[in-house]
Every structure is written in C-alpha cells, then in structure tokens.
T-cell receptor, first 114, second 114 residues
C-alpha cells in the first residue's frame, strides 16, 4: 500500500531564510505521480506541483524548487528567501498508476516570522 | 479561486443528526472526489465519482454516502453523526480519472458535531 511521510510536523523560520520541507513516499508501482499542495490559514488547498515518476529533473518556479530522488523515494520542497505569506501547511501527496485518488502525508506547518 | 464550489461553508449540528454537503465541480470536470481532514486522521480520501458512477472508495464509513448527479454536482450525506465526524470536508474535481490528473479543491465545509 502507498504511504507518504512528512516527518517535520512544524518548522519555524525567520523571513528570508531558506527552508526545505521533506517528503518520503512508499509505493510498489513504477509509475506514479507526486504532488505538493499548500493550505494557507484560510483553509483552501492550493495545487503547487505535479511530478511523474519518470521525470527526476528538478524543477524551479520562482522561489520554489523541488528535488525528486527515486533512489531515496523523496520529493523535497525548498522555499528560498521565505516570506510571511509562505506561512501555511504544506502537504505532499501520491497517486498510483491507474488511480487518480491522492494519498496525503500528515502535512508540515511552516511559520515564517517577520 | 479553483472553480470548485462547496456549500455550506460551515455546518453545526448535533450527534445523531444527518447532513448533506454539496459540491459543484469546475466546468468541464467529470470527476469529483471527497476528502475528510481531521486533526487525528489528517487528509483522507473518502470516495470518487466519475460522470455519475462511483469510481473509487477510500476510508468512507457506512454511515456516509455520496452521489453525483447528471449535472455533475455531487452530494455527500453523513448520517447518525458522531462527535468524531467533526472535520473539514473537501470536494475536489479533475478532468478525468487518470493518475496524472491534477485535482482542484473547493474551499471546504467545516462540520462541527456537538
């Protein structure tokens, strides 16, 4: 069965610091998709990125970057020069081949202080 | 704004009661998913419908049921409510049923059972 582990329950940083959120997944499939979602204090879930299991190229989008390593079953998320608006709960999720339903990790609460 | 709407935003009810949560997917999306977010269980997949048919089932209690109507909106029915059913219920939609389909989440319905 699939599983997503986000070992960091809560992270506190000061504005402008870089921060990395860890995500480790388990799956028996060779084809799968990994996702990151952001849940700000307002409560909605906002899609950030999708990565398929055959694409290990790192991705950068502005201050956000993602590091996918199949060898360690990890899909880590780094925010560079964090801002107060980045304060939210971040969820890593997995969907397995043939299924679109998502298995979520427990989430990491990021608190960025001014 | 994801384009997914959920009503009501908040719901307060008593144990033993029955409630209905409603979801309208994004225009053009045929798949609807229901997720429950609680403090102890995290974000859990409940059930998925695709074009009116049940597609996948997760950790959904027998007291809970859902359906998707011809106009593609969906309802989640929760009956014989218990205190532990208090949670944030999300609806999400996607274009299809493939594992790569990005899911767009609604703002959620916060259910409080007293």
């Amino acid at each position: 069965a699939q599983k997503v582990t986000q070992a960091q329950t809560e992270i506190s940083v000061v504005e402008k610091e870089d921060v990395t959120l860890d995500c480790v997944y388990e799956t028996r499939d060779t084809t799968y998709y990994l996702f990151w979602y952001k849940q700000p204090p307002s409560g909605e879930l906002v899609f950030l990125i999708r990565r398929n299991s055959f694409d290990e190229q790192n991705e950068i989008s502005g201050r956000y970057s993602w590091n996918f390593q199949k060898s360690t079953s990890s899909f880590n998320f780094t925010i560079t020069a964090s801002q107060v608006v980045d304060s939210a709960v971040y969820f890593c999720a997995l969907s397995e081949e043939g299924y679109s339903t998502l298995t979520f990790g427990k989430g990491t609460m990021l608190l960025v202080s001014p | 704004d994801s384009g997914v709407t959920q009503t009501p935003k908040h719901l307060i009810t008593a144990t033993g009661q029955r409630v209905t949560l409603r979801c309208s997917p994004r225009s053009g999306d045929l798949s609807v998913y229901w997720y429950q977010q609680s403090l102890d269980q995290g974000l859990q997949f409940l059930i998925q419908y695709y074009n009116g048919e049940e597609r996948a089932k997760g950790n959904i209690l027998e007291r809970f049921s859902a359906q998707q109507f011809p106009d593609l909106h969906s309802e989640l029915n929760l009956s014989s409510l218990e205190l532990g059913d208090s949670a944030l219920y999300f609806c999400a939609s996607s274009e299809g049923t493939s594992d790569y389909n990005e899911q767009f989440f609604g703002p959620g319905t916060r259910l409080t059972v007293l």
